[in-house]
């Protein structure tokens, strides 16, 4: 979580070529903020996150680009993902080509027993970020 925070907020904090708006700046560094203190449960040591990535040498790269996808398990699966995304393709109903790629699932590793179910055995319904 923190390595996605300290992504975002290097993209609010960035003001060179390539930079989002200024009002999509200040939505991305209030979400950052949130999410930061919903992670950490407080805002200490939110400001040296902000300093970290202001002080990053690095622009976001061509601004922020999300990589759609989409990982499946088997290979009937796939063949029925590629046949959805051609069928969608050929009927003109998007302006331009579906861009999601389709890709094999990574090996899954189920985490730790104290991480299932983290929220119900916490008695809670939702998380709050």
């Given at each position: 979580m923190t390595t996605a925070l300290f992504y975002f907020a290097r993209a609010a904090t960035y003001e060179g070529p390539g930079a989002l708006?200024?009002?999509?700046?200040?939505?991305v560094m209030a979400y950052v903020q949130r999410?930061?203190?919903?992670?950490h449960g407080?805002?200490?040591?939110?400001?040296?996150l902000i300093a970290a990535a202001k002080s990053s040498?690095?622009?976001?790269?061509?601004?922020?680009?999300i990589k759609t996808a989409t990982e499946l398990a088997e290979e009937q699966q796939k063949?029925?993902?590629?046949?959805s995304k051609a069928k969608l393709d050929k009927s003109g109903r998007f302006?331009?080509?579906?861009?999601?790629q389709?890709?094999?699932a990574p090996k899954f590793w189920r985490a730790e027993e104290y991480h299932q179910q983290y929220l119900a055995k916490?008695?809670?319904?939702?998380?709050a970020i």
């Open positions: 708006s200024a009002a999509d700046r200040k939505n999410a930061y203190k919903g992670f407080s805002d200490e040591g939110f400001n040296n040498a690095l622009p976001p790269p061509e601004g922020i680009h063949k029925a993902a590629e046949a302006p331009r080509p579906i861009v999601t389709i890709e094999p916490r008695g809670q319904s939702h998380c």
